[in-house]
């Protein structure tokens, strides 16, 4: 009878356990990636570039989508890549491991971003949506999808569908759109956003509804 | 809860930013309520129709990236050929700590030119000395005496240099190193010194030594660079037990967050009391988290009780 309940016992515990093995596995990973990336910062920090080089690898890739998805403009997105980095290379002296590597780099690139898109606000310009008889439409994503496709009704569908969204997310705020990205399409926690933005989780969390709100209204039609 | 309250919560419920209360409420809620339950399928329905925007696909995300490294190397050597010597004050700085191994070798340099300089610009009358010794390195004068006939009797210690040179697995070269890792007056011996042994360090005499220069040596360079020797032994009992020490009692948090970077890379539980007096006295944000993160992935209490 017991050694029936041990089995029984054993048998429910062993995909927890088989779960813990995987979540320790990961949790070791993690914590040797952390310590390696506290390493490369110390050696940066020191003056060797190898080190600054391979962390900016680290990060380069998702820092250039981010600037590419909330710039929706090549040029711009590029430019943000090289001050954003450029602005890592000279202040990294100052990074004392108060917050996480990530945290600090998304504050700079974040700001470097709101930043385009204020100037851009201000001068109207430089965005790749613009004004139609149909309404407003993203040319970055229209050059992708005139393409040679299955279904232009379904490609017709697709395109005002992302016309409409591109033209929502033109209609926030800078801010609200960096909350918006960061929460919605880079998964990250609000909290995580109002460290990254230098604001509290409760303005983060204000901003994000606005957003939803602005969001919800400019796309009544699709939904 | 009111349908308003609810319905206003959906933006952060959706992404699981409310509390368990929260959400618990919120479901009861559309649970109970077929207008909220509508207004919350919409609601994700919006959320869906999102997810579907497009990437701008007409870039070569990949070309891009590319180019952005390249332009960024070209940039970041023009920086770094522009960059400022910047002030005096800044360089001593940067020299603290890390850069010991420079240190030591611009101080000779200084001292060697000083002698040099001093030598060429003394007045004859003091350079009589110097046919009665055969070039010593540092000589001190331990005792001066007038012997009354225009005679005077100076007894001098001189400090002969000698080059040494052999390999690495040679005992009496080793035993120079490990004498030279307990050089008091020069940390930079002591630095070079480790670092040549290090690559020794499955030697129990060399590790002994190393762990030694991480618990004793007053020179944090001299320690973190024992600190880096003793890496490949993170396992063993008698340096995680040393790390330990280091992590409680260090006073240079460089240190401190080399020693629990190197403790977390082994999990063992006898080190969870050690981690959590850290959690108590450590003041440095960094190693705090750190600490923290190790002790629950250990599945260990933060705090003591």
């Not at chain 1, 470097?112 to 004004?131: A, G, I, N």
């Not at chain 1, 591109?166 to 399409?185: C, D, G, K, M, W």
């Not at chain 2, 060429?120 to 055969?134: C, D, H, I």
């Not at chain 2, 750190?290 to 209490?301: E, I, N, Y």
Request: contains cysteine; hydrophobic residues 40%.
């Amino acid at each position: 009878m017991h050694a029936a309940a041990g089995t029984v016992s054993a048998i429910l515990a062993a995909p927890f356990e088989k779960n813990a093995e995987d979540r320790n596995r990961a949790g070791a990973a993690s914590e040797r990636a952390a310590s390696d990336e506290a390493g490369l910062i110390r050696s940066a920090q020191r003056g060797d570039q190898d080190a600054f080089e391979r962390l900016v690898r680290t990060y380069d890739q998702s820092v250039l989508r981010l600037a590419m998805n909330l710039l929706r403009s090549p040029d711009e997105a590029r430019d943000v890549y090289q001050e954003a980095f450029l602005k890592v290379f000279r202040n990294l002296h100052l990074f004392r491991f108060d917050c996480s590597f990530h945290t600090w780099l998304y504050r700079i690139v974040t700001n470097v971003c709101l930043d385009h898109l204020r100037r851009r606000k201000v001068r109207k310009e430089e965005s790749t949506v613009v004004d139609t008889p149909d309404g407003p439409v993203d040319q970055v994503t229209r050059l992708a999808e005139e393409g040679p496709g299955a279904d232009p009704e379904r490609q017709t569908w697709n395109r005002e569908l992302s016309d409409g969204i591109s033209a929502a997310l033109e209609n926030l705020t800078p801010r609200e759109r960096t909350v918006f990205e960061l929460r919605h399409y880079e998964g990250l926690r609000l909290r995580a956003i109002g460290d990254i933005l230098g604001t509290t989780e409760e303005a983060a969390k204000n901003c994000l509804f606005r957003a939803t709100q602005k969001m919800r209204s400019s796309l009544e039609t699709f939904v | 809860m009111k349908c308003v309250e609810v319905v206003e919560q959906f933006s952060f419920y959706t992404y699981g930013e409310v509390s368990p209360e929260m959400e618990e409420r919120i479901e009861s809620h559309v649970a109970a309520c077929a207008e909220c339950a509508k207004e919350l399928a919409r609601h994700r329905a919006l959320l869906e129709i999102l997810d579907r925007r497009e990437a701008p696909r007409s870039v070569n995300e990949s070309a891009l990236l590319a180019e952005c490294r390249m332009d960024f190397r070209r940039q970041l050597a023009m920086e770094a050929s522009a960059k400022p010597v910047g002030n005096w004050l800044d360089r001593l700085r940067s020299l603290t700590l890390f850069h010991i191994p420079m240190k030591v070798p611009v101080g000779a340099m200084a001292l060697f030119a000083l002698g040099w300089f001093g030598a060429r610009f003394t007045p004859a009358q003091f350079g009589g000395v110097q046919a009665g010794l055969a070039q010593p390195m540092f000589s001190n004068v331990q005792s001066v005496q007038y012997g009354g006939s225009g005679k005077v009797q100076i007894a001098v210690d001189d400090i002969q240099r000698r080059v040494v040179t052999g390999g690495l697995e040679d005992p009496h070269i080793q035993q120079l190193l490990l004498d030279a890792m307990r050089e008091e007056s020069n940390p930079g011996v002591r630095v070079e010194s480790i670092g040549i042994l290090r690559n020794s360090a499955d030697s129990e005499q060399v590790r002994g030594a190393l762990i030694d220069a991480l618990s004793h040596d007053p020179n944090a360079g001299v320690r973190l660079k024992a600190l880096e020797g003793l890496k490949p032994y993170a396992s063993d009992a008698a340096v995680r037990k040393t790390l330990a020490n280091v992590l409680l009692r260090d006073d240079n948090p460089g240190v401190r967050v080399q020693a629990i970077d190197l403790l977390t890379t082994h999990h063992d539980d006898s080190i969870v009391g050690v981690l959590q007096d850290a959690m108590q006295r450590e003041d440095d944000a960094y190693i705090r988290t750190r600490t923290r993160d190790l002790l629950q992935a250990m599945k260990a209490s933060v705090g003591t009780y």
